[in-house]
């Protein structure tokens, strides 16, 4: 099984952005990074064969629950980790470095076992090797791009960041990043979700399934990394690397007293038996 990614408008612009993925994804192995398997590049229709991801994207596994079911807290986290990971890759492995340009749930892939994929380098480029380079038309995604690159047109390991810190909000929340229907306070999901870090009413709008009092100081660690990420100034924001080691403390933290709360289970239970 494989997946093909085709042109459906096909033009210069369209063939050049396919070559560069291409290139991009030639150059790195990962294992939360989607496999290039191959491709058809001089041929009057472009396309691209990767592996075969089967359970859709994260967006999807956010916004497409069916009622009644559940994605726990150690699931959100453990897809965000691995989300950070392969963006610490591209962002310190990579040779040069490469700039996703279009981190959003959507091109985040899951596989048979939930595992995060990164998907889709259309908008990503690499590091420019000086200032002139640097210049560059605005691509992405309305309610993940970093402010700072919409005003300089400078894409950066900082934009990778702030769009990352929207999808921590997503996960937390399970809102729509722009959502038209939603009261004028709650259309853009940053701005409502920065109001309630700032007004201390973050439980308002976090998702009922992981309102889990005993996880509330976790959920709180999480929120405030990704208050971090969403900062105006790129200088100000973690990088990748210090946000997918932060995550992983965190998860090592959620699961160290998930731990012991079982053991404590266990005691009573076996202290009641006896």
Request: aromatic share 6%.
């Amino acid at each position: 099984m494989v997946a093909i990614k085709k042109c459906k408008i096909v033009n210069e612009s369209k063939k050049k952005e396919f070559g560069k993925e291409m290139l991009i994804l030639s150059q790195i192995n990962h294992k939360n990074i989607v496999k290039l398997l191959g491709c058809c590049i001089e041929v009057e229709v472009p396309m691209l064969v990767y592996e075969y991801i089967p359970n859709n994207t994260l967006f999807h596994f956010i916004h497409g629950k069916k009622q009644g079911s559940c994605i726990s807290l150690s699931n959100r986290l453990k897809i965000a980790q691995e989300s950070a990971e392969a963006l610490t890759y591209l962002h310190f492995s990579a040779s040069p470095p490469i700039f996703h340009g279009d981190v959003k749930s959507a091109n985040i892939l899951l596989d048979q076992n939930y595992t995060a994929k990164v998907s889709d380098f259309g908008a990503s480029i690499l590091a420019p090797t000086d200032e002139a380079q640097f210049v560059t038309l605005v691509q992405g995604t309305c309610g993940y791009l970093d402010p700072e690159y919409i005003q300089s047109c400078q894409l950066t390991d900082k934009s990778d960041v702030y769009s990352f810190g929207v999808v921590l909000m997503e996960l937390l929340t399970s809102k729509l990043v722009i959502d038209f229907d939603a009261p004028e306070e709650e259309k853009s999901l940053s701005s409502y979700f920065l109001s309630a870090m700032e007004e201390k009413k973050i439980h308002d709008i976090l998702d009922d399934e992981i309102k889990c009092g005993d996880d509330m100081k976790v959920i709180m660690e999480v929120a405030e990394l990704a208050k971090r990420c969403l900062n105006m100034k790129g200088k100000d924001r973690p990088t990748m690397k210090e946000v997918a080691e932060e995550l992983g403390q965190i998860i090592r933290k959620l699961g160290q007293e998930h731990h012991t709360d079982e053991t404590e289970t266990l005691i009573g239970e076996a202290s009641h038996n006896m």
